[in-house]
C-alpha cells in the first residue's frame, strides 16, 4: 500500500468499566442469562435467521426500544428459562426481569395498548418512546 510507512494496530481497553453485557468465565451460562435478564429492562432471546425474531426487534423498535437482544444457536435454546407459558419459545421477551412472552403476547399487548406503559415502568423505553396508533 503506497503512502503507508508503518500500520498501526489499534486497541481498545476500558479499565474499570464493567458492562452489563461482560462476561465472567467462572458465571455458568444459566446464571449470566439470569443475570442479563434481572440487569436489562428489555431482553429478547432471538435466534439469527427467525422471521418471527425480525418482527419482534422491529416492532420494539419502532415505538423507540432499543431492547438487549441475545442471539442464540438452536441447541442454546434450552438455557433460556421456561415457566408454565414458555417452553424454550423462541422468540421471547423479558421486560423488567419478568417474563412476557412471545410475538403472540407482544403484538396482543400492544394492540390493547398495554405494552408501552409496561415498558415504561420497567425503564425500557426511552423519551422516543410513541404508540403506533400516533404514527
Known amino acids: 500500500m503506497q503512502g503507508v510507512q508503518n500500520p498501526m494496530r489499534l486497541e ?15 458465571e455458568s451460562t444459566e446464571a449470566r442469562i439470569q443475570r442479563l435478564i ?16 425480525h418482527v419482534m426487534k422491529n416492532l420494539l423498535h419502532t415505538i423507540g426500544v432499543h431492547p438487549t437482544v441475545i442471539e442464540l444457536e ?29 410475538l403472540e403476547t407482544l403484538v396482543s399487548l400492544h394492540l390493547s395498548n398495554r405494552l408501552v406503559p409496561l415498558l415504561a415502568e ?14
Do not use: K, W
Not at 481498545?12 to 467462572?26: C, F
Not at 434481572?38 to 425474531?53: D, G, H, K, L, W
Not at 433460556?80 to 423479558?94: E, K, M, R, Y
Open 12 to 26: 481498545l481497553t476500558i479499565t474499570g468499566i464493567t458492562s452489563p453485557l461482560s462476561l465472567d468465565e467462572a
Open 38 to 53: 434481572t440487569e436489562n429492562p428489555a431482553v429478547i432471546f432471538s435466534r439469527p435467521s427467525c422471521y418471527m425474531c
Open 74 to 102: 438452536e441447541h442454546e435454546t434450552a438455557a433460556v428459562p421456561a415457566d408454565d407459558d414458555n417452553s424454550g419459545q423462541i422468540p421471547t421477551l423479558f421486560v423488567g426481569g419478568t417474563h412476557v412472552g412471545g
Open 122 to 135: 420497567a425503564g425500557a423505553s426511552g423519551s422516543d418512546v410513541r404508540n403506533f396508533n400516533q404514527l
